[in-house]
């Protein structure tokens, strides 16, 4: 089965400046990798996906990049602000029953 | 607000006890899906329910239980409890087809077992 990877655990910046987290994942029948923002107290909620047949996909300061060869993808934020501080999630699509298969979370901390 | 709701809140009971929560997906949602997160972790996948049945299980323990109602509503029913099930529990979501659609998440309930 599916098993993704996600690094780094913790992940500390500087304001304004960029953020790039990565994922792994193993099954290259997986073809849709979403990301989620988990604010604190909050439940998890999809800021970004890609599916297979695109290497990039970009909403305003957020962007994530998929090598399917590789088989990773990445979350970049840019010019990252107060309120981009929270946990990210990726994760990848089982093709085989339609499960999402999670990482184990980033903790990204913006510095003032 | 995602449109998904969870019942309590908060929860503070005792080791060897049962509870159940409870969980209403977004108007029109036939999927539901639950996770466990403990402090500093990532989302375990618990199981999911599809139209009230069963549709795939994770790393749900034998104490717990879950069932999806006619009107869509789910249960998460843990029993036994024991003091390392303390955790955040999540609710999520999903579209109308049976094939995969974004998952939208519940405010979570908090169980504390003391």
């Known amino acids: 089965g599916e098993n993704v990877e996600q690094h780094p655990s913790t992940l500390s910046v500087q304001e304004g400046d960029s953020a790039v987290i990565k994922c792994t994942y193993s099954d290259s029948a997986s073809n849709y990798f979403p990301w989620y923002k988990q604010e604190l107290g909050k439940g998890p909620q999809l800021i970004i996906d890609?599916?297979?047949n695109v290497g990039e996909k970009k909403d305003q300061r957020i962007a994530v990049t998929l090598n399917k060869t590789a088989k990773h993808f990445s979350l970049h934020i840019t010019e990252t602000q107060p309120e981009d501080s929270a946990v990210y999630f990726c994760?990848?699509?089982?093709?085989?029953?339609?499960?999402?298969?999670w990482g184990a979370g980033t903790k990204l901390i913006i510095k003032p | 607000d995602s449109g998904v709701t969870q019942t309590p809140k908060h929860l503070i009971t005792a080791t060897g006890q049962r509870v159940t929560l409870r969980c209403s997906p977004r108007?029109?949602?036939?999927?539901v899906y639950w996770y466990q997160q403990s402090l500093d972790q990532g989302l375990q996948f618990l199981i999911q329910?599809?139209?009230?049945?069963?549709?795939a299980k994770g790393n749900i323990l034998e104490r717990f239980s879950a069932q999806q109602f006619p009107d869509l509503h789910s249960e998460l029913n843990l029993s036994s409890l024991e003091l390392g099930d303390s955790a955040l529990y999540f609710c999520a979501s999903s579209g109308t087809s049976g094939s995969y659609n974004e998952q939208f998440f519940g405010p979570g309930t908090r169980l504390t077992v003391l």
């Open positions: 994760a990848a699509l089982e093709d085989s029953n339609y499960q999402l298969i």
């Open positions: 329910y599809y139209n009230g049945e069963e549709r």
């Open positions: 890609i599916r297979s």
């Open positions: 108007s029109g949602d036939l999927s």
